[in-house]
């Protein structure tokens, strides 16, 4: 009887440990799963309530280097990029393009490369930005211009 339980004993233990490597296994190894068997994510279509939580109020000054000479603008705004703020007060106007926003209209006046060889340059802090007008984040005290170039 003794040894019918060793071996008893023995076949379970064999039993747990494949067991355990197999789950082991599988665990470690995700990128085998497919697509369809992975957990979906939620994915939350609310809109935020932009009334329930205050935003900073922040000062935007913009200067315009254009034909007609050198204007300065200056905002207070709630948004928390140049270009969101821009559009808000109706100082620049464009469309979309695989690089965001592109600007044809600063404060009227039309720069098209398109049609005339001419752009808005956007300078943040007096250097050429390294970002669109779209996603450049304001920053109190920042200098912004648009130069038609």
């Known amino acids: 009887m003794k040894d019918s339980m060793k071996k008893l004993l023995s076949l379970l233990l064999c039993v747990v440990l494949c067991a355990a490597m197999t789950l082991i296994a599988t665990g470690c190894n995700d990128d085998e799963v497919s697509e369809a068997t992975k957990e979906p994510v939620a994915v939350s279509t609310e809109v935020p309530d932009e009334t329930a939580t205050p935003k900073k109020t922040v000062s935007l000054t913009v200067t315009v280097k ?79 211009e648009f130069v038609r170039e």
Do not use: H, R
């Open 66 to 144: 254009g034909s007609g000479g050198t204007k300065t603008f200056t905002y207070e705004t709630d948004k928390s990029t140049v270009g969101a703020a821009l559009l808000e007060e109706g100082l620049i106007e464009g469309e979309e393009g695989q690089y965001g926003l592109y600007v044809k209209a600063v404060d009227g006046e039309t720069a098209d490369w398109d049609t005339d060889g001419t752009y808005w340059a956007f300078y943040v802090n007096g250097e050429y930005a390294m970002t669109g007008v779209d996603s450049t984040p304001i920053e109190e005290g920042a200098t912004y």
